[in-house]
C-alpha cells in the first residue's frame, strides 16, 4: 500500500473515468480529461467573475488586463503588430498550459501537461498554424526562411541545411521541453517526499522524523521552484509560439 | 516512432521499484492505449477554451482597456485645453492689468501737469505783485531819502545859524550859511 503510493511514476496513470468509444477510437472520459475540463472551467469562471468591464479596474480585474496586457505585449514585441491576429491562440496556449500546470501541483490532480502527447498537439498545433498561414499568405517566398539573406554564397547550403532540420526539429523540443520540465518536477517532489514516509517506514515515527528532515526541508524548497517552473514553461511555450508565428509572417527575417 | 517509444516506456517503467506488477506496466506518458483519448479531449477543451476567449472574454478586456485609455486620453485632452484657456485668461487679465495701470499713470501725470501749470500761472501772479508793490515801496522809500536829505541841509544850516549865533553872537542869514556850508 505504502509502495504503492511511493511509486513516482504512479501520479502519471492515466484512469478511465466513464467508458467511450467512437469507431476504433478509445475516447473515454478519464483522470485527464476531467482535469482538462477543470483546467477550462476554472479559466472560464476566472474570466467570467473578473470581466466587469468597470472603468477602474478591481484586483481580480487587473489581473485579467496584466495577463492580457502580458500576451499581447510579448506577441507585439515578437511577431509584430501583424502577429496580433493570433493573439487569441497565444493567449489561450499560454492560459490553458499555466492552469495546467498550476492546477497539477495541487495534491493529488492529475497534470495534463506531464503526458508526451498532450505537449505535442499543442506543438505540432503551433507547427501546422507556422506552416499552413506560412505557405498561404507568403506562398512560395516562404520557403526563404530556410534561404537565409545575408550569408555568404560559399556556406549558405549548409546553413540552409540547419535552417530546415532546426524547423523540423521545432515541435520536438517545443513539446518536450514542456512535457519533461512538468514530469521532472513531480517525480522529484515525490521522491523527496517519499524519502520522508521511507524513513518513517525504517526508523520509528522519532527517528524517521528526525532523518525526515532533510528529504522534508527538499520538498519544501522544490514546490515553490515548481511553482516557478509551472509559470516560466507556460511562458516558454508562448513564447515560442510567438517566435515561430512571427517566422510564418516574416519568413525573410 | 510510436513502437520505440513503448519500447522505452517498457525500459523506463521497469525502472521504479513500484507495485509487484510494475515490469507489466507501460511508463505511463507512452501508453500509447490513452493517446487517442488525451489527443480527443484536448483538443476539445483546447477548442472550447478558444472559443470563450476569442469570442467573449478576450474581447471584453481589449475593449475595456481601449475604452479606459481613450477616456485617459480624452480627460488629459480636456484638461491641457482647460490649462491653456485658463492660460489665456491669466494673459488676458495681465493686460488688463498693465492697461489699467498705464492709464492710471496717464491720469496722474495729466493731474500733475494741470496742477503744476496752476500753480506757476499763480506764482507768476503773485510775483508780479510783489515786485510790483516792492517797486512802489522803493520809490516811496527813494522820495523819502531824498525829502531827508533836503531836510538835513536845512536842519545843518539851522544848527549852524544856531551855532554861529551863540559864538559871535551875530546871526548870519541862512543863505548865507547854506553857502558857506556847501
Known sequence: ?253 | MINAMTLMGLKLAAAPAGGENAAEKVFPPFNPDYFATQVFWLLLTFGILYFLLSRIFLPRIGQTIEERSSRIADDLDAASRMQKEAEEAEKSYERALADAKAKAHNVAETTRQSVDAEIKVEMDAADAEASKAAEAAETRIRGVRAKALANIESVASEAAQATIEALTGKKPTLATVKKALN
Not at chain 1, 12 to 38: H, P, Q, R, W, Y
Not at chain 1, 80 to 101: E, R, S
Request: proline share 4%; aromatic share 14%; with cysteine.
Open chain 1, 1 to 253: 500500500m505504502i509502495a504503492a503510493g511511493l511509486d513516482p511514476i504512479g501520479q502519471f496513470e492515466i484512469k478511465k473515468l466513464a467508458e467511450l468509444k467512437i469507431g476504433n477510437f478509445d475516447i473515454s472520459f478519464t483522470n485527464s480529461s476531467l482535469m482538462m475540463v477543470i483546467c477550462v472551467a476554472t479559466v472560464s469562471l476566472w474570466l467570467l467573475l473578473s470581466t466587469k468591464k468597470s472603468l477602474i479596474p478591481g484586483r481580480a480585474q487587473s489581473i485579467a488586463e496584466v495577463s492580457y496586457e502580458f500576451i499581447a505585449d510579448m506577441l507585439r514585441s515578437s511577431a509584430g503588430k501583424d502577429g496580433m491576429k493570433f493573439f487569441p491562440f497565444v493567449f489561450t496556449l499560454f492560459i490553458f498550459i499555466l492552469f495546467a500546470n498550476m492546477l497539477g501541483m495541487v495534491p493529488f490532480f492529475f497534470t495534463t501537461t506531464s503526458h508526451i502527447v498532450v505537449t505535442a498537439v499543442l506543438a505540432l498545433m503551433v507547427f501546422a498554424i507556422v506552416i499552413v498561414y506560412g505557405v498561404w499568405k507568403n506562398g512560395l517566398s516562404f520557403l526563404k526562411l530556410f534561404w537565409p539573406a545575408g550569408v555568404p554564397i560559399a556556406i549558405k547550403p549548409f546553413v540552409c541545411l540547419l535552417e530546415i532540420i532546426s524547423f523540423i526539429s521545432r515541435p520536438l523540443s517545443h513539446s518536450v521541453r514542456l512535457w519533461a520540465n512538468m514530469m521532472a518536477g513531480h517525480i522529484m517532489l515525490k521522491v523527496f517526499a517519499g524519502f520522508c514516509i521511507m524513513l518513517v517506514g525504517a526508523f520509528g515515527v522519532v527517528g524517521g522524523s528526525l532523518a525526515g528532515i532533510l528529504p522534508f526541508l527538499m520538498t519544501f524548497a522544490l514546490t515553490p521552484l515548481e511553482f516557478l517552473v509551472s509559470f516560466v514553461q507556460a511562458y516558454v511555450f508562448a513564447l515560442l509560439t510567438c517566435i515561430y508565428l512571427s517566422d510564418a509572417l516574416h519568413p525573410g527575417h
